[in-house]
C-alpha cells in the first residue's frame, strides 16, 4: 500500500537570514558591486551638499555668471516662446538634450530670470553622478576608499559651482560615469554567460551613449569606445555573441543613430550636415571674429604638445589646491599603471577619454584653454579640465589603497602602522581640499603682505576655485552692460515688438522679463530677413550693437527710425536703441 509523502514543516524549511543579519556578513573589505545599504548615505551626502551650494550660489548671485549658462537657458526658453516656435530653435552647434531638459523649467517666467532652471536638472546630475562614481568605484576599490575618492570628487567646489548653473558639466559627468559602469557591468555579464542582464545592460547602455551624443562632443568618441569594448568581448565569447545577437543589434542601432540624427538635423535646417563644424557659431568660426586681426594663433594650435601641457595643468588646478595638482596626476597615472598592472576593469579606463579629445580639440579644433597659471594668464575655457576630475580622482585612490595594502602587509613594522594612517590621512585631505581652493589663496597673499611685500604678486595667479574664478571675470563687464539695457528695455510699452540680434545679449531681455516671442531675433528666418530690409516697418522698437546684423541693416535702411538712447559698457559693444516713426504700435 502506498504511502502518502508529507509536506515538509515550517519548522524544516530553511530559514532566511535577516536583512541586518546578511549585511553584517559581508566582507567590508571586499571588492565587490555595491550594495543599496552603502549606497544610502552617499545619496544623502549627495543631497545635503548639492543644496547647501545652491543657496550659497543663488544667494550670491552666481548662477547667471557665465555668459554660456544664459545662453542655454535662452535656448531651452525659445524654443517655446518665440514667433516660430519648434525643432529649429534647438540651434546647430550646441547639442540638444541638456535645452530639452530645462525645457519645463525655463518656461516659467522667474526661474528663466533667476537661473533656477538649469540648477535643477544640473544639481540631479550632480546627485546621479555622485551614485554612480561609488558604484564604479566599488568595482576597483574596498568601501572606504571608494567612499574616500567620491568624497574628494563630490566635495571639489568647481564641480558644486557648475552644479548650480545651467553648464552642460554637471550633465555629461554623470554621463561619463554611467556609461563607464554600465559598461563594465555589460562585459561582467558576458563573462559570467548571463544572458538577460547582459542584454538589459547593452539596451541601457545604448541609451545612454545616445543621451551622451546629444550632450556634448565628447560624448560621441565616447560612445564609440564604449561600443567597441563591448564588441571586443562578445567577439572573444561565440555563445554570448549569438545569444545577444538581436540587443547588440538594438545597442548598435542606438550608438550609430545619435550622430546621424544629429547630421540630418543640421542638413534639414542649415543645409549643411556639417554645419556645426564650419558654420557661423562653430568653434573656428568664433575663433576668428574674437582673435584680433593680424595676430597669431593661441598656444596649442596644431601642437599636440603645448596642448597637452594646458590641458593637464588645467585638468590639475580645477581638482586640487595650489600645486598639488602635480601630485593628484602623478598619483592617477600610477593608480593606471597598476590598475593595467594588476588587470582590474578595463572599462573604467573609460574616464580617461576626456584626455586625447581635448588634447585633439585644444591642437585641431579651434578649442583654446588659457588659465592664470599659463601664458597668457588668462581665463578661457577652464571648465573642461573638469573632464578629467572623475578618473584624476578614482585612479589616484588606487594608487593610494594599493599602498596601503603593501604597507600593511610589509614586515617592517613602521610600515604597519603608517598603513594605518594612510586612510583617515586621505580622508582629511579630500575634505580640506575644497577648504583650501577656497580660502587658501586669500590666506598666502595676507601672509605674503606681512612678510615679503615685494612678492606678493607671485600668489596673484592664485583664484579660487578656478571655474568659478573664470565665470566672475568674463562676467564683470557684460552683466553690467546687460543689466543697464534691461532697465532701459523695462520702460518701453509693454508689448512692443523689438527687432534685436539676441546671440549676445539675450541676458538683457531675460534681466527684464521680456517674453523671446515679443522679439524679432535671428532664430526666425523669415520675419529676421523681412525686418532687416525695413526695420521701421516690422518692428517699434530696434536695438542695435555696434558691427551686428541689425547695426548693418539700421545703416542700409534707417528711414522711419528715431535713436533714443545709446547704452554702453567697458569692453563692450555700445547698443544703439531706435523708436520706429512707422510700426503701427509705437508708441511715445
Given amino acids: 500500500m502506498a504511502t502518502r509523502r508529507s509536506k515538509p514543516s515550517r519548522v524544516d524549511a530553511p530559514v532566511r537570514p535577516r536583512r541586518s543579519e546578511a549585511i553584517e556578513a559581508l566582507d567590508w573589505e571586499q571588492i565587490r558591486p555595491a550594495t543599496r545599504q552603502e549606497l544610502s548615505p552617499v545619496l544623502m551626502f549627495s543631497v545635503l551638499l548639492g543644496f547647501v551650494s545652491l543657496m550659497i550660489c543663488f544667494s550670491r548671485g552666481y548662477l547667471l555668471l557665465y555668459g554660456d549658462a544664459v545662453a542655454h537657458l535662452g535656448i531651452a526658453r525659445r524654443i517655446l516662446d518665440t514667433r516660430n516656435p519648434g525643432l529649429v530653435q534647438l540651434g546647430g552647434v550646441w547639442l540638444p538634450l541638456p535645452h530639452l531638459l530645462m525645457l519645463p523649467f525655463a518656461q516659467k517666467m522667474s526661474l528663466w530670470q533667476s537661473g533656477l532652471a538649469g540648477a535643477w536638472p544640473s544639481l540631479a546630475c550632480y546627485i546621479l553622478g555622485n551614485v554612480g562614481f561609488y558604484r564604479l568605484a566599488r568595482h576597483l576599490l574596498k568601501p572606504r576608499w571608494a567612499f574616500a575618492a567620491t568624497a574628494f570628487y563630490a566635495v571639489n567646489p568647481n564641480l558644486l559651482y557648475l552644479a548650480t548653473t545651467a553648464m552642460t558639466e554637471p550633465l555629461f559627468l554623470a554621463e561619463l560615469i554611467w556609461i563607464a559602469l554600465i559598461t563594465l557591468q555589460v562585459v561582467t555579464a558576458i563573462r559570467d554567460s548571463e544572458r538577460a542582464r547582459a542584454a538589459r545592460n547593452l539596451i541601457g547602455l545604448g541609451l545612454l551613449i545616445f543621451a551622451a551624443v546629444f550632450t556634448r562632443y565628447d560624448g560621441w568618441v565616447l560612445g564609440a569606445a564604449a561600443w567597441c569594448i563591448v564588441t571586443w568581448h562578445l567577439w572573444r565569447t ?54 584680433p586681426p593680424g595676430s597669431k594663433h593661441y598656444r596649442g594650435w596644431h601642437n599636440p604638445g603645448w596642448a597637452l601641457l594646458f590641458y ?241 541693416a539700421v545703416a542700409e535702411h534707417h528711414e522711419g527710425l528715431l535713436e533714443v538712447s545709446i547704452i554702453g559698457g567697458t569692453g563692450q559693444r555700445s547698443a544703439h536703441v531706435y523708436q520706429s516713426q512707422r510700426f503701427g504700435s509705437a508708441t511715445h
Avoid at 244 to 269: A, D, M, R
Fill in 312 to 552: 593637464t595643468r588645467t585638468a590639475q588646478v580645477v581638482a586640487t589646491a595650489w600645486e598639488t595638482g602635480y601630485l593628484l596626476m602623478t598619483a592617477a597615472l600610477v593608480g593606471l599603471w597598476l590598475a593595467i598592472r594588476k588587470r582590474l576593469p578595463r572599462a573604467a579606463f573609460l574616464l580617461w577619454l576626456p584626455l586625447p579629445f581635448y588634447i585633439y580639440s585644444v591642437a585641431y579644433g579651434s578649442v583654446p584653454i588659457f588659465i592664470p597659471q599659463l601664458y597668457p594668464h588668462s581665463y578661457y575655457n577652464a571648465r573642461y579640465g573638469m573632464g578629467m576630475l572623475p578618473a584624476l580622482a578614482l585612479f589616484a585612490t588606487v594608487s593610494l589603497a594599493a599602498l596601503e595594502d603593501r604597507w600593511a602587509h610589509s614586515e617592517d613594522a613602521a610600515r604597519s602602522r603608517r598603513s594605518r594612517l594612510l586612510y583617515p590621512v586621505a580622508l582629511a585631505l579630500a575634505a580640506l581640499n575644497p577648504l583650501a581652493m577656497i580660502f587658501g589663496p586669500a590666506v598666502c597673499q595676507q601672509a605674503v603682505r606681512l612678510f615679503r611685500p615685494r612678492r606678493s604678486t607671485v600668489f596673484a595667479i592664485y583664484s579660487p576655485p578656478l571655474v568659478l574664478k573664470e565665470a566672475i571675470v568674463n562676467a564683470t563687464t557684460r552683466i553690467p552692460f546687460e543689466r543697464n539695457l534691461a532697465l532701459f528695455l523695462n520702460q518701453l510699452p509693454p508689448g512692443s515688438t523689438i527687432l534685436m540680434q539676441e546671440s549676445d545679449h539675450i541676458g538683457a531681455l531675460q534681466d527684464a522679463g521680456i517674453p523671446l516671442r515679443q522679439t524679432i531675433n535671428e532664430t526666425d528666418y523669415d520675419s529676421w530677413r523681412a525686418a532687416l530690409n525695413d526695420p521701421a516697418a516690422h518692428a517699434a522698437y530696434v536695438v542695435a550693437f555696434e558691427g551686428d546684423a541689425v547695426f548693418k
Fill in 238 to 291: 561565440p555563445g554570448m555573441r549569438r545569444q545577444l545577437l538581436i540587443p547588440f543589434g538594438v545597442f548598435t542601432l542606438l550608438v550609430v543613430s545619435g550622430p546621424l540624427l544629429w547630421l540630418w538635423y543640421n542638413q534639414h535646417f542649415y543645409h549643411d550636415p556639417l554645419d556645426f563644424m564650419r558654420g557661423p557659431y562653430s568653434a573656428p568660426a568664433i575663433e576668428r571674429r574674437t582673435s
